[in-house]
C-alpha cells in the first residue's frame, strides 16, 4: 500500500540507511593499522604555529613543551600569534623562547584571519621552511612529533593531521565523553579513511601543511572551522589529507556542558556555512577527475544533514506509532533483521572496542555510560547550526588547565 508521505519519507529512509552503511563499513576499516617503514632522519623544517587569544595560563606550558621535541632545534622555529590579546599572553610567550607577532584587527578576529596574516608573514622572511605545524595554545605534544610529520613529508604528503589526544580525559564527565568521543573518531574514521586509501580531515590543530600548497593556493580560510575550509579547499584540487597516527596532540576538552555546547554549535555552523559553498564545486571537481575521494568528502560535509533528516524520520516514526496511524511505508521492516542487528550492535561496540586497544583508565569507562548523553545532545546542536549557519561570529574558548607535559604522559 502507497501512502501520500512514501514520496518523501520512503527516499529519507533509503539516504538513512545507505549512510549509515556506508560509514559502518568504513569504522570497521579503524581496527587495525597498515604497516609503516618510516623515514626516521630529520630532514624537514617546521615553522610551528601557535594562534593565542590571552592564553596566559596556558601558553608556557606548551612553548616549554615544543622547546623540548624530538627534532633537530635548527629545523624548527616556534611562533606565536598574540591575536588581539588583552592580557599578558605575548610577554609570556615570548619569555619561553617563542618568536612572537602581535596582531590587532577587530573586524577580523578569529584563528581563520590570524592564520592568514600570520602565513603572509611567514613567506615574507628569510628563512622559508618545507611545512607549517598548528597548534592551539593549551595544547601539548607528543616528543616525536615533528619526527612523526618528517616521515609523512619525506613520503609525499602535503597535509597531514596529527593524532587528536586529550589533555583532561578525566576532569569531569563532559571533558571525559569528549575526549571517548575524540578517541573513536581518530580510529574509526580518520585511521580508518588512511587505510583504505580516503582523505583525513584536518583537526584544527596538530595538522601540518607544506609551504608550497600554501604559496601555490593561499590559505583564504577565515570562516568558523577554518580547518574544515581549507581540507575541502585543498580536496577539491586532488590534495588529500593524511593521517599520522604516532604524531599526538593532547588538547584541552572543555570542563562544562555549556562549553562544550558552544563549541559544538561554532563547529555545526561552521560545517552548514563549508557544506554550502564547497559541495557543488566539490561534486563537479570529483566527477571530473574521478576522484572518489572527493565526493567521499561531500559524505563527510553531508553529516549534520543527514543527522536532521534522521531526527525527522524518528520524529514521524514515533507519530505513527503512537497514534496508531500510518503515514508512510517503514522500508526497515522488509530489511533483513540480521543486517540491522549488527548495523546497531555495531555503533556500540566499536567504542568499547577502541577504548580496550587505547587501554583507558576505568574512570572512562564510566563516562561511557554517559557518553549517549553527549552523542543525542548533538541533535539540537545541528539544528541551531543549521539556523545560525551565517553568522560569523567567533566563540573563543576559555582554557585554563595549565599542565606540563611530564603530567601527561606519567
Known sequence: MTYALDYIMLPIQGIIFLFTVYYFCIGVCGLWRRKEVKILVPEKSFAVIIAAHNEKAVIGQLIDNLGQLDYPKNLYDIFVIADNCSDNTAQIASVHGAIVHERTDKEKHGKGFAMEWMFSRLFKMQR??????????????DKRFLLEMNNRLCKGDK??????????????????TFAISFWVIDHIWHLAKTNIGLSSVLGGTGMCI???????YGWGATCLTEDMEFTMKALT????????????????????????WRQRKR??????????????????AGIKKHDIRILDG???????????????FVIMSYIQMGFGISLFTNIYQFLPSS?????????????????????????????????????????????????????HEWSH???????????IVR
Open 397 to 407: 574558548t576559555q582554557h585554563t588547565r595549565a599542565v606540563s607535559y611530564d603530567d
Open 267 to 284: 563547529w555545526a555552523q561552521g560545517q552548514f556555512d563549508v557544506a554550502h559553498r564547497f559541495i557543488p564545486k566539490m561534486i563537479k
Open 339 to 391: 543486517l540491522l542487528t549488527v548495523i546497531t550492535l555495531g555503533q556500540y561496540v566499536l567504542p568499547v572496542i577502541i577504548l580496550l586497544k587505547i587501554r583507558v583508565r576505568l574512570k572512562a569507562w564510566f563516562y561511557l555510560i554517559l557518553y549517549p548523553i553527549f552523542i543525542y545532545s548533538w541533535i539540537p546542536i545541528v539544528f541551531l547550526g543549521f539556523l545560525h549557519r551565517n553568522e
Open 159 to 176: 597535509l597531514i593531521q596529527g593524532y587528536l589526544d586529550a589533555k583532561n580525559p578525566y576532569d569531569t564527565w563532559i571533558s571525559g
Open 128 to 141: 622559508q621552511y618545507d611545512a607549517v605545524a598548528i597548534f592551539d595554545a593549551d595544547n601539548l605534544v
Open 237 to 260: 584540487e586532488g590534495i588529500k589529507t593524511t593521517w599520522a597516527h604516532d604524531a599526538i596532540v593532547y588538547d584541552e576538552k572543555p570542563l562544562t556542558f555549556m562549553q562544550s
Open 298 to 312: 561531500c559524505m563527510h560535509l553531508l553529516q549534520p544533514h543527514i543527522l536532521m533528516i534522521s531526527t525527522i
Open 210 to 216: 607544506t609551504t608550497d600548497v600554501l604559496h601555490k
